[in-house]
């Protein structure tokens, strides 16, 4: 299940530039900005370079780390995983493994991360704007939870049930013991807050803002809810996954306004750095 997640996020963001590839290649020889207009968000070579690098280098090491070197992998050996050691918060809502709604999570999720498709009502200078955001809002928010599901070794709830109602696959590659934080949950409100963030900047004014604003949420909120209810995580690990997403959901574009026409204007000085704020 791991494995498959984090390779559905990859496979994402790859779409991401290849879209945009394309896009460019139609416009070419036309009087058109692929870098925008720097109005809203801007892109900069060294921080985008920064952001990019510092999410290929956090997904990318999970990959290395856990398939190849298989650092801390767990095997199962037939422990009894008792309920009563459970904290209280989380033992309310434990669920055994329901198939069913793990794969209705998986189509949610990728849905949640679909949303940013409203961007397209952008015009076309700031897509690729857009675009780059995006990819590194998928990128960080996935390599910062599973780094730390590397790290950290909890026990899935369907674990404290019947043996015979266990996932084998996720049994057979170690992924039972990755329940924090949730990785679909990290990612759902990580799109959700970077969908409501970046519309809600383009367009202030639309009768749309709200719609789409709690629409996202409310795709991110179901697929916690599945997640939760499919055995596949404690509350607490959802928890943890909307706090990661929904930061760097907000951070990643935020970051991005530095610099922009209408916003703050960073400058490195000899002596330090000004910032000014434009109106």
Known sequence: MKKYFVKKVLCFVVFVFVF???VADENK????????????FAL?????????????????????????????????KGKFYDKNDVNGFDRKLMHSYS??????????????MATPAVLAFTEKEEWLTAGVMYAETLLIANG?????????????PY???????????????????????????????????????????????????IPVIAGSYAMAFG???????????????VLAGAAIGSAVG???????????????????????FSVAKKF
């Not at 697929?223 to 690990?237: E, I, T, W, Y």
């Open 159 to 209: 674990m404290y049930y019947e043996p015979s109602t266990f996932p084998e696959d996720d049994i057979d590659d170690g992924d039972w013991a990755n329940s924090f934080p949730s990785g679909h949950s990290t990612i759902a409100f990580a799109s959700a807050t970077f969908t409501s963030y970046t519309f809600a900047k383009y367009f202030p004014d639309s009768s749309l803002k």
């Open 144 to 156: 910062i939870k599973e780094m730390t599901k590397l790290s950290v070794t909890r026990a899935r």
């Open 44 to 76: 900069n070579p060294v921080k985008d370079g920064v952001l990019l690098g510092s999410g290929i280098l956090l997904s990318g090491g999970d990959l290395l780390l856990d398939n190849v070197m298989k650092v801390n992998r767990q095997e199962y």
């Open 223 to 237: 697929v916690a809810a599945l997640r939760v209810s499919s055995g596949n995580h404690f509350m607490s690990d």
């Open 99 to 112: 198939k069913n709604r793990d794969r209705a999570g998986d189509c949610l999720v990728a849905l949640t």
């Open 250 to 272: 907000f951070l990643v574009p935020w970051l991005h306004t530095f610099n922009a026409k209408n916003d703050l204007n960073v400058t490195l000085l000899s002596n330090g």
């Open 20 to 22: 945009f590839q394309t």
């Open 29 to 40: 020889g036309e009087s058109f900005n692929f870098w925008g207009s720097g109005d809203i």
